[in-house]
């Protein structure tokens, strides 16, 4: 079972829906989440982070349930340029050290159709 | 700043042939990660370094893969010799605090 899973998708909607990503992660000493979104053929760049309470940035709400150790991600009112793979990350920080590690899901695929 | 930097865009060679990617990190980062994208496997983290000293290198797959950071603007990712299955983007980014800044990756097809 891979550390942080997402479902791949693809996620096809039309313009305006609102579509939900669930992301899981496996191990418990995880410190912080985040979601980035990838371009077909471009770089991974950040979205957002994911806070214990939740937060939102316009359109897109994040949340955080460490209990059932999961993350989503919601998109309200979806537009033609959401089109892109959103990919899942988990940290394992340590906190005493130096040592950072960046876990990925394998991302989930939105098409948004017009 | 310019971001991450990273060179070549794409890169074609041969099998057995050494092949070396290059990356200049954003100034006053103190985290460089290299890392290879498939479709198969998705992001996979190859190394990272903190303050130029690699501190998890697990990822790498091989010991045809070898990774140098000479000082705090310039790090290489080196395959020798390179194989078919090696072909994939390799990303490079950096981080000072918890988000990670991407370069726009190599292209590298091994024929």
């Known amino acids: 079972r891979k550390e942080v899973e997402q479902d791949p998708g693809p996620f096809n909607v039309p313009e305006g829906a609102t579509v939900a990503f669930n992301c899981t992660y496996s191990?418990?000493?995880?410190?912080?989440f985040f979601w980035y979104r990838q371009d077909c053929r471009k770089e991974p760049k950040l979205l957002m982070s994911?806070?214990?309470?939740?937060n939102e940035d316009g359109r897109f709400t994040a949340q955080l349930n460490r209990a059932s150790q999961y993350i989503s991600l919601l998109i309200r009112d979806s537009k033609l340029s959401d089109s892109a793979t959103y990919l899942c990350?988990?940290?394992?920080?340590?906190?005493?050290?130096?040592?950072?590690?960046?876990?990925w899901g394998l991302g989930t695929s939105l098409g948004v159709n017009p | 700043d310019a971001g991450v930097i990273q060179s070549p865009r794409h890169e074609v060679t041969e099998m057995g042939q050494e092949v070396t990617l290059r990356c200049k990190p954003i100034?006053?980062?103190?985290?460089l990660f290299w890392y290879r994208q498939t479709m198969m496997r998705g992001l996979e983290l190859l190394i990272y370094?903190?303050?130029?000293?690699?501190?998890?290198d697990s990822g790498m797959p091989e010991d045809r893969f070898s990774a140098k950071m000479p000082n705090a603007s310039f790090s290489t990712l080196k395959i020798q010799p390179s194989e078919p299955r090696d072909s994939a983007v390799y990303f490079c980014?950096?981080?000072?605090?918890?988000?990670?800044?991407f370069g726009q990756g190599t292209r590298l097809t091994v024929v």
């Open positions: 980014a950096s981080s000072f605090g918890s988000e990670a800044f």
């Open positions: 191990n418990s000493a995880s410190q912080s």
């Open positions: 370094f903190n303050n130029n000293v690699p501190i998890d």
């Open positions: 994911v806070y214990s309470s939740g």
């Open positions: 100034s006053g980062h103190d985290y």
């Open positions: 990350v988990v940290n394992r920080d340590v906190i005493s050290g130096n040592n950072r590690k960046l876990i």
